[in-house]
């Protein structure tokens, strides 16, 4: 039995990770509170923030083998993947030590972007994002549902901090996750991030344009062909999809002016596929690969 333990089992992502992790053959899961001494382990998967990963994983030297870390914290750094297991698992190898899951809002975008390669090179994405209360974690959920908050039946066009360049440090982690995970440094990337009135599910709009004129059959056959990706002629809203485990893409229409440009909306659990699914696929990577 290979050992997996969540810490931080008692947050939302924590939760949703024990659900995803059960459904893996073969795995024996533990679960820590911050009460609970770290025992060895194969696989260790933080559903943690920054500052508590920072601590963990030197508390967990010599007593994990891998550590998924579902925080922002070690997204960027050299000899760290970041892995969407359907775009680049093979980053991950015998000598890695740490793997980052990617942020919410980005996920959807690189799967359709790296859908549309295959045939298409995207040049430039704008995109706006609706996300979902949820993924500010349980503190946020608490927050808003007092009509005092900001965020009570409202949407705020700020997530995370303003930094120097007026970007918000969730927008500048979209544009930095996009080129890492796609391998694309020179991708340009629009990005305006706003929080939204909705529980769950982060949904995007979403502007490409490619080095090539579009075609939509072409774009439809793509994205529907893609492993987790839903692709519909109908509308998916994200009170709908929450709790599913797919990335969602519909209103898919050529542009008016440019045939280089498409335009579409997107919408995914943020806590599946968002965090504890995609980490959860991670771990599996891990095992069938035979990393561990
Ligand atoms: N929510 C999303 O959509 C989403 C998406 C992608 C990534 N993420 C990332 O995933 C991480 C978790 O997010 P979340 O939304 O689940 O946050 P959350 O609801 O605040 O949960 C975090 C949990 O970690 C626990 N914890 C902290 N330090 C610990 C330790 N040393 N040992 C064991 N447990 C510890 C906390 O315990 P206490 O209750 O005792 O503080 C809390 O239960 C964050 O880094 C977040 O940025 C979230």
Redesign the pocket.
Known sequence: MIKVGI?????????TMRKCLLKIKNIEIKE???A?PLTDMDIAV?????A??V??IP?LEGKAGFIVD????FRQKDGVPLVIPEINPQTITKDTKLIA????TVTPLVMALDALRKVYTPKEIFFCSYQ?L??????LLEEAAKPASIYYKNCVPQIGSILDTGYSSEELKTVLEARKILNMPNLTVYPHTVRVFVDNS?SLGVTIKAEQEFDLQKVKQLLSSYAGIIYGENIFTPKEVSGKDEVFICRLRADMYDKKIIHFFTTMD??LK??ALNGAQIVEYIIKAGLV
């Open positions: 810490i931080g089992i008692n947050g939302i992502v924590g939760q820590f509170t911050r609970d933080l559903c943690t923030d920054n508590d990963s601590k963990l508390a579902m925080s922002s914290e899951s990617p942020n919410c979902a949820s993924g500010g974690g349980k503190k982060h943020n806590i968002g965090a």
